[in-house]
């Protein structure tokens, strides 16, 4: 449970990096930092439903990382394929609603079945919606929304005047999901490395060095007390100081 004096954020997004960093220091592979990355997302799953989060969103795989060795992304296809497989059970007994965005095209066709399986197992839980992004990047979503737009004028199905923030967020991979309150970043690095561009318009974030396979409650309810210190304006002055 959250302390009673903290608000804590609806929705917390978190960009998981770092595991590299872990092993290297270790002097292991970087596939042994993505292992203990994964044992992190158990543990930061399990935390977010114990202090009352409602959405949870994880950067697993951006559509930069196709660019990594192809050991390396072979290794991170298994680990996700390990985590599906084992996760699934345990997460739909915990309520958990599992969904994916990002381009699953890309990802191989087992692994796209046990996604669809997943989201199906899961479509009517209603504790915490777990969203893990996956071959995501915010602007191929944001270019993929155009082209939705664009196909439905063109058919005549949608008038440009009709053209609003509401209707272009309704053609994202996020439609279903209320923006990001607070997005942290661990590991040290400052930058957004293209995720959710569109969603963090008014985003918090928080930036921790904790390297990612080292993520878990106390980091989480660290983050949080630092959202609950935070004025939120929306461009708009104070109550305060009216
Ligand atoms: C995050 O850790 C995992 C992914 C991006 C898939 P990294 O693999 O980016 O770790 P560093 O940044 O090299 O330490
Ligand atoms: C961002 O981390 C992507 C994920 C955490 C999945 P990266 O490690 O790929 O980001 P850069 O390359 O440092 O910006
Ligand atoms: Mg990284």
């Not at 158990?42 to 192809?70: C, H, M, Q």
């Not at 004028?153 to 923006?179: C, K, S």
Request: net charge neutral; aromatic share 8%.
């Amino acid at each position: 449970m959250a302390p009673a004096d903290v608000h804590v954020p609806r929705h917390v997004a978190i960009i998981m990096d770092g595991n590299g960093r872990w092993a290297r220091a270790r002097g292991l592979p970087r596939a042994a930092g993505h292992r203990q990355g994964a044992e992190a997302v158990r543990r930061t799953v399990r935390a977010a439903g114990d202090l009352g989060i409602r959405y949870l969103t994880l950067f697993g795989f951006s559509s930069e990382n196709w660019k990594r060795p192809e050991t390396e992304v072979a290794d991170l296809m298994g680990l996700l394929r390990h985590y599906l497989r084992a996760e699934i059970a345990e997460l739909h007994a915990n309520h958990v609603r599992l969904r994916v965005i990002g381009d699953r095209d890309r990802l191989a066709r087992d692994i796209r079945v046990l996604i669809e399986n997943a989201e199906a197992t899961t479509r009517e839980n209603d504790a915490l919606n777990l969203t893990v992004a996956l071959s995501y990047g915010g602007r191929q979503e944001i270019v993929a929304a155009v082209r939705r737009i664009a196909d439905e004028v063109r058919a005549g199905r949608l008038a440009p005047e009709a053209i609003d923030e509401a209707a272009f967020a309704r053609r994202l991979d996020t439609h279903d999901l209320p923006d990001p309150d607070l997005l942290v970043r661990t590991s040290g690095e400052q930058r957004i490395s293209n995720f959710m561009l569109w969603q963090c318009a008014y985003t918090e974030f928080h930036f921790t060095p904790t390297l990612w396979p080292d993520f878990g409650e106390a980091h989480l309810g660290e983050a949080i007390r630092d959202f609950g210190s935070r004025d939120r304006r929306f461009g708009a002055v104070a109550p305060q100081a009216r």
